[in-house]
């Protein structure tokens, strides 16, 4: 089977963490190769760039820094571990990719989508997510779940994004819904509204339906 790029998206609180390790669980309990990894992140320099990105004093960064910041992480990231893996035929398991960068820099700070879509072409060479799993969730109920997981696991320096207000949120959400419309063979809606069983079940039953084309 060929390298198979799936990624993970929602706003904070939405359950990526959990549901991409189960999946991932899946996937492995099926034999399948599997490589786990994360935006902003996924490798030495893309782990310091987040440090940046996600520290609550970095309040005053400006979005167009913040997006350029997310772009470098992002060539790294695909250099170093995405590109790799795809090459050794593995499933990619991501924790956020170009999706965020539109909802979050554009919809959510208002940037150009325009400018942020050629910016991700030419950092990713057109790589696309072959599926993006959304989980959508209304922002009061994310960012309160996400605060309270900052304070229980001692995340609070990584917090800037939940510090943000509820409208911001709001944005981000309805720009991630505005994608899927456009997009909805790769972008698949999942209601992270219920137990974390009842969306696993839906997620795994979207991502085997979508691997038995490709084999």
Known sequence: ??????????????????????????????????????????????????????NPANRMLDPGAELLLYAASRAQHLRDVILPALDAERIVLCDRFSDATLAYQGYGRGLSVATIRELDRIVTAGLRPRLTVLLDLAPETGVRRARGRNTSQGLDGEARFENEDLAFHDRVRNGYLELAKQEPERIRVVNAARTPEEIQDDIRKIVDGVLRTVN
Do not use: Y
Request: overall charge positive; hydrophobic content about 30%; cysteine-free.
């Open 1 to 54: 089977m060929p390298g198979v790029f799936i990624t993970f998206e929602g706003i904070e609180g939405s359950g990526k963490s959990t549901q991409i390790s189960r999946l991932l669980q899946h996937l492995t309990n099926s034999g399948r190769p599997v490589t786990l990894t994360r935006e902003p992140g996924g490798t030495p320099i893309g782990d310091q760039i987040r440090t940046i990105l996600l």
